[in-house]
């Protein structure tokens, strides 16, 4: 009994004490974002950018977390309808592709939380970043032949 209370405490020190480092490092992130947009635009646009952004993200995950769960079942259901409905439509090759990411989305061990929250980490980064963000445009798209695309 005694180890099992020393282990759950050791385990809630360690949780905590990575919560404050996550903390930490969000700070610093928004810190970094802020004085990014402080060198392009005066400083309190800069300010409202970012808490406008944050707030953007909060209310985002706040949807994300009034969001019903359904059973497992009920999935595979709904699955099964739509793979009826495609292959009586005929299907297309976007209809294919959206099914086959849905299964593996499905088969995945990300919750809808993760995901989201894989997706909002990913989506900040490849925003932040027109470097990375050329290079996984030249992996989907092929460069035009005519020379560099300098949208960015």
């Known amino acids: ?5 020393r282990e759950l405490l050791l385990t ?4 905590l004490g990575v919560m404050v480092l996550c903390l930490l490092a969000l700070g610093f992130g928004v810190a970094g974002v ?6 392009q635009l005066p400083a309190w646009a ?3 950018l970012t808490a406008a952004s944050l707030l953007v993200r909060a209310l985002g995950l706040a949807l994300v977390a009034r969001t019903p769960r359904r059973a497992e079942p009920a999935r595979a259901q ?3 309808k739509k ?13 294919e592709a959206l099914e086959l990411a849905l299964e593996l989305a499905g088969a995945s061990r990300l919750n809808a939380r993760e995901a ?6 990913a989506g900040t980064v490849v925003g932040a970043s027109p470097e990375l963000r ?19």
């Open 78 to 80: 709904e699955r099964d």
């Open 12 to 15: 809630g020190a360690l949780a």
């Open 116 to 121: 989201t929250m894989l997706a909002l980490v």
């Open 83 to 95: 793979r009826g409905a495609e292959e009586a439509t005929g299907g297309s090759a976007h209809a």
């Open 46 to 48: 800069a300010a409202l």
């Open 134 to 152: 050329r290079q996984l445009l030249a992996l989907i798209v092929p460069p035009a032949k005519g020379g560099e695309d300098r949208s960015d």
């Open 34 to 39: 802020h004085l990014l947009l402080a060198t």
């Open 1 to 5: 009994m005694q180890n099992t209370i």
